[in-house]
């Protein structure tokens, strides 16, 4: 008799609230067999974008951010800048990112010798490497 005036007296907020819980729990878990199952993955898709150009004492700094719109996460993504006069190479660096997640961007740095500011900037990405 005790057992049947406990479940009598729970709240009918808390059974709301239980159910609420378990719906989020069960759509959860459906949402993460879903991603798993489904090979969905766009290839890295990367787009480069300049933020910032700064004197650093004898050398210049380009901040550049590096965006990845596709799904597929790629790590060792090799990014190359080059200033240009017209056709002719003035200056060329090189970059390592080592991972960098699907639909996410990472801000990232090159020093240079030469002014960028004074020259065409070209930034590509180079390649990667599916983990």
Not at 23 to 37: N, Q, T, W
Not at 113 to 128: A, Q, V
Request: glycine content about 8%; overall charge negative.
């Amino acid at each position: 008799m005790n057992k049947r005036k406990q479940q009598a007296d729970t709240p009918v907020l808390e059974w709301l609230l239980g159910g609420i819980g378990a719906s989020l729990l069960l759509a959860c878990i459906a949402f993460l067999v879903h991603d798993g199952l489904s090979n969905d993955e766009d290839p890295g898709e990367i787009t480069t974008s300049v933020l910032e150009v700064t004197a650093a004492g004898d050398a210049h700094i380009v901040t550049f951010s590096v965006h990845n719109a596709g799904s597929q996460t790629l790590s060792n993504l090799h990014v190359s800048a080059r200033l240009l006069e017209g056709e002719r190479e003035i200056e060329r660096a090189t970059t390592l990112i080592d991972y960098l997640p699907g639909h996410s961007a990472q801000e990232v740095g090159f020093y240079f010798l030469h002014d960028p500011k004074r020259y065409r900037l070209e930034l590509r990405p180079e390649g990667y490497l599916k983990p």
